[in-house]
Each structure stands twice: as C-alpha cells, then as structure tokens.
C-alpha cells in the first residue's frame, strides 16, 4: 500500500486524494506531511496491539473482534454528533458506489482482525508480524494484477525474494504460513480499497459506514457468546469489562489515522510506514511473549527484510529520480 509502494511509483497511480489535494506547493507538503503523521500514528499503534488483546485473555478471537466493531460504531456515532456529520454520513450511504467500497473494505479489515486476534491470542504473534512484513510485497501484486503497472527490475527482484522467503518459512513451520498470508492480503486489499475511495469520504464517515456494515453481524455475535456462556464481559471483573469496552477507542483512532494518511498519501508510501507496525510487534512477540524463533524462521525473516531493504532502496532511488526530473522541467518552464 505505498508511493513507488511498492504499487504505485508512477504519477498516474497516485490517490484520488492526491489528485484532490490544493495546488499550492506549500498546501500540498502540508497535506503530505500531515498524512504522514498520521500513518505513523496508526501503525505504532497497530504495533502496540498485541498487549492489549493478552491483557484481555481469556476473551476469544470473535468475542474481541465483536467488542470492537460495536464500541467502535458508539464511538463513531459521538464522534459524528460532536462534528455534526450526519448529513455527511447520509450522503455517503446513499452513494452507491461509495458504500460499497467502504462494505467491501468493512469485510476485509473484519478478515484481518478475527485473524490477527487469532494469532495474538494462541501465541502466534512472531507470525502476525511476518504477515504485516509481506504486506508491501502484496502491494507491488496489486499494482501488476489490479492496475496493471509495469514493475522496475529492483522491484520483480524484490518481489521474487519475497516468493523464496515464504517458501523458506513454509518448510520452517511445517505448513504454509497461513495467518501470515491471510493478514497480508486482506489487509493489503483494505488499503487499496481505502486508497480508491480517495477524498469522497472523510476518515470519519468511512469508517462509522465500515462499523454500521459490520455491527449488526458483531451484535449476533455478543449474543450467541452470552447465551452459551463463553462471553468474558461480565464474568472477568469490572477492569476486564471497561476494557472490553476501550476496545471501541483503541481500534477507531488508528483506523482514523489511517483512513487519513489514506486519503493525503500514495499506497507505496503507506506501505513502507507500514514497518512501523511489524517491528513492534515483532520485538513484543519475542522480548514479552517470549515466543521461541527457530534458526529456520530466522533464516526466512531475514529473506523477508532483504526483500523490504529492495523495495526501501527502489523507492528511494524513483523519488531521487522523479524529484531532479521535477526540478529540471521548473528550471525549462522559467
């Protein structure tokens, strides 16, 4: 999901929100500098999930996820009384193309959480982090099948030693690194599916349309849970129970972040902030979870990061490149 992400280095594959941006040079690095705070935001704190969701044992997978969505819809309704966006939310809804983006993108960023939480909370967090390292290489996938872009010779490299990588992981667990791949795809997906909506929506809206999408589905959930007697929210104690209920704060504000870094950034730069999420989760899984890395799944990470370090060292050379380009066609125009 970045600038020369590794999908889109080229002027044309650039967000709508790009395209909608003012024209001004200095409105347009506020925009981007602004986008990229945000980023930055929701991926350390992406990165942080995984000590929330153990303080949260013994809740399960679905029970977390369903917290989530429907404390994050109450969040979302304040947030829009106290912005008076209803009108904004209502049009957005009736907008059809619209809404089915954002119902699209509520379903895959639902896939992403039951699977991330899955992981987290069976002592798998080593390979969540593998799926959010891989996530950059989905991107430069995207690009090829989805937009059809021609890659550079450095990315087909750095996309090939991704493909090894997960061969060399794959004999490491044993089986195909599922979880990995699954929180790679959909979220890498949900960013394009993001990434195309652009500037018709803001953060806001998009995501309160996502949680209404997915809600009702959530609410079933909370109550087949509390009819069979597997739900933790009341019986954990009242620190357990509020918690439960932050989950709706915790998972809204990174997600606005995102939906705007989204809307100010190209996918390829989106990715590569990206890393701020794997890291952390990766140094959480291994110095508190403690969780054990073989010599083997060391092996494949290693053939992972070489495959960020090309497309880190591709995107910079193309932004070098098309900055002195830039800079040569204002010297002619003058």
Not at 127 to 134: A, N, Q, R, V, W
Request: with cysteine; charged share 10%.
């Amino acid at each position: 999901m970045p600038e020369g992400t590794p999908v889109a280095t080229s002027p044309t594959s650039r967000s709508t929100a790009g395209d909608a941006m003012p024209a001004g040079p200095k409105a347009v690095a506020k925009e981007s500098t602004a986008g990229l705070l945000f980023g930055i935001g929701a991926y350390v704190l992406w990165g942080m999930l995984p000590l929330y969701f153990y303080i949260l044992m013994p809740a399960g997978a679905v029970e977390i996820v369903a917290n989530r969505v429907v404390w994050s819809l109450l969040f979302c309704a304040l947030l829009i009384t106290v912005t008076r966006s209803w009108g904004v939310l209502a049009v957005a809804l009736r907008d059809r193309r619209v809404f089915g983006s954002l119902a699209l993108a509520a379903f895959l960023i639902a896939i992403n959480w039951l699977t991330y939480t899955y992981g987290v909370t069976t002592g798998q967090a080593v390979e969540t982090s593998l799926g959010y390292f891989i996530n950059p290489l989905v991107s430069v996938l995207l690009g090829v099948l989805v937009l059809k872009e021609r890659l550079r010779p450095l990315q087909w490299t750095a996309v090939g030693v991704g493909f090894v990588a997960v061969g060399v992981l794959t004999y490491s667990y044993g089986k195909l690194p599922w979880i990995a791949l699954t929180l790679a795809f959909s979220f890498g997906l949900y960013g394009f599916v993001k990434n195309r909506v652009g500037s018709r929506v803001d953060a806001i809206t998009s995501l309160s349309v996502e949680t209404m999408v997915l809600a009702p589905l959530a609410a079933v959930a909370m109550v087949v849970l509390a009819a069979s007697g597997s739900s933790t929210l009341t019986s954990q104690g009242a620190g357990h129970f509020w918690l439960l209920l932050a989950s709706g704060v915790i998972t809204a504000v990174p997600l606005l972040f995102f939906g705007a870094s989204a809307r100010r950034l190209p996918m390829t730069t989106i990715g590569l902030l990206q890393y701020f999420a794997p890291v952390l989760q990766f140094l959480v899984a291994l110095l508190v979870f403690r969780e054990a890395m073989t010599a083997e799944r060391w092996i494949g990470f290693g053939v992972v990061w070489l495959a960020l370090l090309l497309l880190t060292v591709d995107m910079l050379r193309t932004t070098r490149r098309n900055s002195l380009a830039r800079k040569a066609a204002l010297r002619q125009a003058a």
